[in-house]
């Protein structure tokens, strides 16, 4: 079951056609079209339609109030459900996730509490949680460098001999970057348990895919490093979650790389600080809205008599929660200590930060006795 | 000796450039009405692309978008995909493109999207941009200007505040120069399309949106000049891009306590103007540079270092550096801490013995 | 005439088996081998011929200087003439070529003096020659690098509509670079004119060709950046030659960049303080001696009755005077001026410089006067 | 204060550790016979994989051939492919590699071929290895050693004589140290591999031969400490890696002509050890800083700066440098004109008013 010749003859070349088992309609795609792939059972399907649900509520929540001022910046990660959560659902507890800050909706449904990923975009501090205890790396903002660390974690716990797998999320625009093109010939060299997960949403804030390669695709890349190039319809998360799994697997089981082109869009702005108009037709939005990851499940969910009246109430009631944790988190205090500033930088302390956290200490203190703000 | 006043600070916004519409296109205009420095920055690249068939522009996202910050809002648009355009999304590429173009005759005019993502292109900047010259004896010049939003005071996130004019300024073969004002963004930048050596442009993105008056832009200096923006007799306060405000608004705080304060904007980091700073603080016999960088091995160091070895004998007091911490520049919410400001650096002078 | 489908398949991916007009026997291959590509004609394989055996010559020459120390390092070019002269003599006199410290054979058959080339390596200077005179860029150091150069003066030159093309040589290990996919890249999006030739001779100083990459070969990764991606025989100068030509014509004929692997061997030492008997067998070394590209298109001609005593003393004459020269070269005192050292970093001098350079004139003025040497 | 000898450096030479063989495997050697920096370095190595399992070895041409200086020689082949390898050929892939191994409790101690050649790993190194510290609150730390053969004196051809610490100087979260001699070789790239903070490790490669006898190496001071290794008491030189040896070379000399000068190993750049500087200076009254980089914002910058905030009523004379000049480093039969030297270093001290 495999989307390449067993032989790994490299020179299969993915399909221009996206790989999918679920079609825009939300009809289940001919069995000969699965390339030996099987749909997930329904369970499994159900599962997923209510991650996805949960998390664009999130991350819609998220997206409003950063609307409102209160976070200083948020990427959305609305209509790339698929892609994240498919990718999250696939991996296992002890694999590690290496996302962006594109993928809090990835983060979040791994099991980092919001608040934590509210820290970086609220601004009280850069990464709010701890990378090991749910083995989420930072969300990388400098584009394409993460693929690296994954392959060096990756690379790591091959040498100790643990069977884990490592996630690289990354977009089309950072493909061009030559720290991704470090990261793949890495991981295939060293045969790394990785896998990268292209999310192809076909912009780099303005910058259209077809300014970043002159390539059919992204997953062509793949054959130069001498690993499985696999492309995914991004908006399908059956597909999604089938071809993940089998790559995790592979990885898990020292079988090396894999690159997987997810094609997917960005139907929202960069960030809240962006302005599409400027850079893209809305009749193009209004066609990959129509291609929404979370209603073609819905769809075929129905079409199996799958989304009963219960399953639809928990999603929303869960969902409802997600918000109202959101806005509890929001109305927390974050806890701005200047004196951390310092803590931090090195293991052991020193003289000089010492000395500079000791003027800050005065400075405030002066501050406050002639009842200024500093 | 020119000198030039700056308006204080507008508050940092990262919104779109609202008068991008109202750019003026050519030099006159910029002295005749009040504008921003991003429309300055904008209008000098205009008259430049219109002056200069060999002038192109390109980066991330400067097309249509016309940047993150709109600086190069309308160009693709008035001068089409062949002079001003998106490149893929790799700065040592858009470096290292730079220097072929540059070899064959064009003057690009590039963009790093913030400071901490010109790090890719370091060794291109390093290795080539600033050696090419003498590597070549001279047969081959490099007019490339690098264009970087530089420094803090937006509450942008990690990666979005850095200020890497060090790294530059110690690097022979890079020209490394700072505006503080709209008038001197227009002037400056025009010269460094001009210049045929390589300028790495530190553009303060607190002050994109910052306005000026006509009155104050008369006489613009020379890029590689320093300026005294105010005069004073007791101390003299070194400053550059971001900081020059904040130099300004100490300034005015002292003078109510008595306390005279010479504002220099040294706008030139690489060529340092050891004339008019040394003029300077030769008459007030006390110096301290303010900087957003971390003080370790950071560029005020060099400011103090010279100071004192051109001046030693005719200084009351050590050249004091007030500038951030030793640190990662800090998340938003925290960096009011970090950044230099008029209270510390007035108690920063205080530490000065002043019965000498 | 191509060694790729017309319609820019770009599915379909170099063979693993090396292109070749002339085996390693010195015979022609079957005409069904050679996918539409003609041999050369007889005059151009003779002066192919004698450019390699005075390049050798040169070669040989400059080795021979720097084992009596005279020179302070020189990577030698042996074992790649056929990817060297067979690229250059494949140029026109407006196109530009972009070396490394490897191809310094090429640069001298691209019409640069012997003691301009010999600054660098004898160290009077970093670059001894006007890359404009030659349009020859400097010896590229810093590994990968040239690539960006070559292909933004090729952009220059397309954006003006100046017919030229532009030549990357790059080496097998730095194709492991970031800026190598940068370059390759740019190259794909832009359409530059730019052909780059890949000398794959297995070995990044000690490191093989098997730790730099897991694809099948290098020509491979032409896919992913939308490029056609050949695979030729690099001791095969006829290949070499032709594959060159094709690609340069698309180049300046708007047909944008292409990717060239030559396949050969680095029969030196990778400069004269390295020790391959750390790293290598000296038996592959020896078979790689047999596959000579000289002694290859030797055989031919003489197969074919070209190679008549008069040639072959005109050659040996000429390399005779091009080991003369070098001699001569090398005999010439290097004019040292260190005043110079301060003249060509800026375009506009400094006053600091200015004040540094008076300083050393100073100090080597006393040194003279106490009869120090400085 | 710990106090060492330091032999003059040995001629540089590129050819291969002759003794390497007869490397030692354990400290006490180190401290029993003369040996080369380049044998102690190797046997911190060895020894460090031979104690804790989590410590790799990878980069280019450190397997097999043992690293184009042979400083890893016989790693490899003695510890294996799983612990010491040849990576492929890219800086940003090495750093950035060894950041995912730290974070999953590796030591990586990876090597950059040569200053020029991390600057590919710019963006790795200061937006990541200085940064991951503090941006996880401190719950990742991580324990990288990048070892970097640094500066001139070799007739290496471009790029292959750079002095890159101001670069890393400046940048808050790393840690920066260069020895001087075989025995601080041994003991710091020890105590660098021991640390959880990165730490860069420049290794002065003009130094690699220099021989050293075993009584000079008794009592290694730690990390970040500066080392007086000659006493004096008119002037104190303040020296690193390459330029120790020419500050003891210009104190023997000034001795024929009467002048005391206390040599000081500065060792750790960062952090600076003020308290064994500031004492000196304050003895002496009067300070020189020598480095082989560029002069303008070069670390010599930060010391001069420092040491007079800290010394000013207590310095007779302003904190001189000789360095390189603002230029590139220059070809291999110039590189004479450019490096510090003695008779430079005292005409400079000739400048200095003396009757104060
Ligand atoms: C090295 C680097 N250069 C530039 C940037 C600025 N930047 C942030 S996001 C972005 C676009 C990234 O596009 P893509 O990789 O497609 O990811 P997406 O935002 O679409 O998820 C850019 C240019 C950066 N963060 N890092
Ligand atoms: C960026 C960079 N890193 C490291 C080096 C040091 N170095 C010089 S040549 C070389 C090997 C290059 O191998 P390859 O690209 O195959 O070229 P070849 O020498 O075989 O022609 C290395 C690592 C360098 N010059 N530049
Ligand atoms: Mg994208
Ligand atoms: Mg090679």
Same mark, same amino acid.
């Given at each position: 079951m495999s989307l390449i010749d067993e032989t790994r003859d490299t020179r299969v070349l993915p399909d221009t056609e996206p790989f999918r088992l679920i079609d825009d309609t939300g009809n289940a795609v001919a069995a000969k079209l699965r390339r030996g792939f099987t749909l997930p059972d329904i369970d499994t399907l159900k599962e997923l339609y209510r991650k996805m649900v949960v998390a664009r509520r999130w991350d819609t929540q998220v997206t409003a109030l950063t609307r409102q001022g209160r976070l200083s910046t948020y990427p959305s990660s609305r209509g790339q459900e698929a892609c994240e959560i498919g990718t999250v659902m696939a991996m296992q507890e002890n694999d590690w996730l290496f996302p962006t800050y594109r993928d809090s909706i990835a983060v979040w449904t791994r099991g980092v509490s919001t608040s934590e990923i509210l820290s970086g975009f609220r601004g009280d501090w850069h990464c709010g949680w701890d990378p090991k205890a749910h083995r989420v790396a930072p969300q990388a903002t400098p584009l394409a460098t993460q693929t690296l660390h994954a392959v060096g974690l990756g690379t790591a716990a091959k040498l100790k001999n643990d069977p884990i797998a490592t996630v690289a999320f990354i977009g089309d625009g950072a493909t061009s970057e030559g720290d991704a093109h470090e990261g793949f010939n890495f991981a295939g060299v060293w045969q790394a348990p990785t896998v990268f997960i292209i999310q192809n949403n076909q912009f780099a804030i303005s910058v259209p895919i077809s300014k970043q390669t002159r390539a059919r695709m992204l997953a062509d890349k793949a054959v130069g490093y001498g690993m499985p190039g696999y492309h995914v319809d991004g908006n399908d998360i059956a597909a999604v979650y089938v071809v993940v799994s089998e790559a995790l697997n592979r990885a898990r089981n020292g079988g090396g790389p894999t690159m997987i082109e997810c094609l997917t869009y960005r139907v929202e702005p960069h960030t809240n600080s962006d302005d599409p108009s400027r850079y893209r037709d809305s009749a193009d939005v209004d066609l990959w809205k129509g291609r929404d990851p979370v209603e073609r499940l819905e769809k075929y969910l129905q079409s199996q008599g799958a989304l009963t009246d219960e399953l639809r109430e928990s999603i929303a009631k869960e969902s409802e929660d997600a918000a109202t944790a959101m806005r509890d988190a929001m109305n927390e205090e974050p806890a701005l200590d200047p004196m951390e500033l310092f803590e931090n930088v090195y293991v052991s302390p020193r003289a000089a930060l010492i000395e500079q956290r000791d003027a800050l200490t005065a400075e405030l203190a002066d501050a406050s006795t002639e009842g200024k703000a500093s | 000796m020119t000198t030039t006043g700056v308006t204080d600070t507008a508050v940092a916004t990262t919104s779109a450039a609202t008068d991008a519409a109202e750019v003026p296109t050519n030099a006159d205009k910029v002295t005749k009405k009040p504008l921003t420095m991003a429309a300055a920055l904008n209008s000098a690249m205009r008259d430049a692309l219109t002056e200069d068939p060999n002038v192109v522009i390109f980066g991330e996202d400067v097309g249509p978008l016309g940047g993150v910050f709109r600086i190069t809002d309308g160009l693709n648009r008035d001068f089409g995909e062949e002079r001003v355009w998106d490149s893929p999304l790799a700065e040592a590429g858009i470096i290292g493109t730079a220097i072929g173009m540059a070899m064959y005759g064009l003057r690009p005019v590039v963009e790093m999207q913030f400071d901490a993502f010109s790090y890719p292109a370091f060794e291109q900047i390093v290795s080539h941009v600033a050696k090419m010259r003498n590597r070549t004896r001279g047969r081959v010049s490099l007019p490339i200007v690098i264009r970087i939003p530089t420094s803090g005071g937006i509450g942008g996130v990690e990666h979005h505040s850095d200020s890497s004019e060090a790294y530059w300024a110690h690097t022979p073969g890079l020209t490394v120069v700072t505006p503080s004002n709209p008038a001197d963004a227009y002037s400056m930048l025009r010269e460094a399309i001009k210049s045929d050596d390589p300028v790495i442009f530190l553009e303060p993105k607190s002050h994109y949106w910052m306005k000026q008056d006509a009155e104050q832009t008369a006489t613009p200096a020379p890029l590689n000049k320093a300026v005294v923006v105010r005069e004073g007799t007791d101390v003299t306060l070194l400053s550059y891009g971001p900081t020059v405000a904040v130099a300004l608004k100490t300034a005015k705080l002292a003078e109510e306590e008595g306390l005279s304060i010479e504002v220099i904007d +040294?706008? $030139? +980091? $690489?060529?340092?103007d050891d004339e008019t700073v040394s003029a300077s603080v030769r008459k007030t016999s006390r110096a301290a540079v303010i900087h957003e960088a971390a003080q370790f091995g950071g560029y005020g160091a060099e400011v103090a270092a010279r100071v004192t070895e051109r001046n030693f004998y005719h200084l009351a007091a050590p050249v004091l550096r007030i500038t951030g911490a030793d640190i990662p520049f800090p998340a938003p919410l925290l960096e009011k801490f970090y950044l230099p400001h008029p209270e510390r650096i007035l108690s920063a002078m205080s530490t000065w013995e002043w019965e000498v």
């Open positions: - | +040294l706008r $030139s +980091l $690489s060529p340092f």
